[in-house]
């Protein structure tokens, strides 16, 4: 069967001209000669890419791929010689295995339950307002992403985790410098540290002054203030840059497909399964990885210990296995079980707040601006990078009927 094996030449760092929603076309074309390629590495490393759905879930779902940062030694698009990776920091816990992921995770399962988000929704509905009613009144035009995407989920997390409205600012664009994938790695690590210093002084704070907050709940526990710096770094990076990008791309998507957002428009009941389709169909964290603890049979074939595994997210949820019509957006969609927030013990841990903000946000947009379009060709709106960790827009200039 290795005989037949696809081998993938080197990981993709651009999307096909006019196609910003799908996936590069090699990724495409690796899961169409199947679920598993090979995948060598710019160092030479031999290592490997799932593109399937069912066996991306069973590698997320198997304790043998580990997560832990000191093993991700290798880089699909860079060389980084014989560079040491230290381990997590304490708190950063996306990048570790159990039992120390649970440590820190256990804490805040209970500060993100479905439940819990939904008391939000009014909040949520009342920071949408505020920023629609700007944009209205500053119209008959505004670049979305600014006006609109970043700024709604950044109010909501910085109050949710008890950052003060000032640094808002501050942290946005800290995190976009992070995550955006146009930084210099000296730009980024002082990015990270201003962020991190900050964080620092904010537990300090509220261990003086505890207020209303997930951190300042946090502070009852055994964890350290380092730890909690870490968490707080986790959870502000997640919650500022993915939701926010959903927004805008998303909106963007609609924009492209006026018989969709028409239904949408003519049927206000379609807002939950409109939110699933498009995480499924956007899925702006694309990819992540994984590292093999042992030798384990994955799809037919040997995956050595040690070796990469990169899981594309982005592919899994156009598996044609599992999505019939992959790549059309279809708000009506009936199949849901997409993976844009993962599987296993590192599921998405804000998902239902990410779905109470998308279900708001978009409904309020629509509702508010029926005549919303694109200020200039959809050729010329500027996308996100695939060097990016997440995937969207930097700008999404809209125009309506005053």
Known sequence: MNESLHTVATMPTARQSGCPFAPPKELIEAREHGPISRLPFPDGHQGWLVTGYDLLRSVLADSRFSSRRELMRHHPLIDYGDIE?????????????????SRYRKPLVGKFTVRRMRLLTERVEQITAEHLDAMEKAGPSADLVTAFAKPIPAIVICELLGVPNEDRGFFQENVDKLLGGETSDEDQMAAYTAVQNDLAELVVAKRANPTDDVLSDLLDSDLTDEELKGISLLLLAAGLDTTANMLALGTFALLRNPAQLA??????????????????YLTVAKQFQRVALEDVELGGHTIEAGATVILSYQTANRDPERFPDPHVLDLRRQDGGHLAFGHGIHQCLGQQLARVEMRVAFAALLSRFPTLRLAVPAE????????????????LPVTWDA
């Open 380 to 395: 010329e709106v500027a996308l996100r990078p695939e060097t990016a960790d997440i995937y969207g827009v930097k700008s």
């Open 85 to 101: 990776v230290p381990p997590a920091p304490p708190g950063e816990f996306l990048l570790m295995d159990e039992p120390q992921h």
């Open 263 to 280: 239904a949408l428009r003519a049927d206000p009941a379609l807002t939950d399964k409109a939110v699933e389709e498009l995480l499924r």
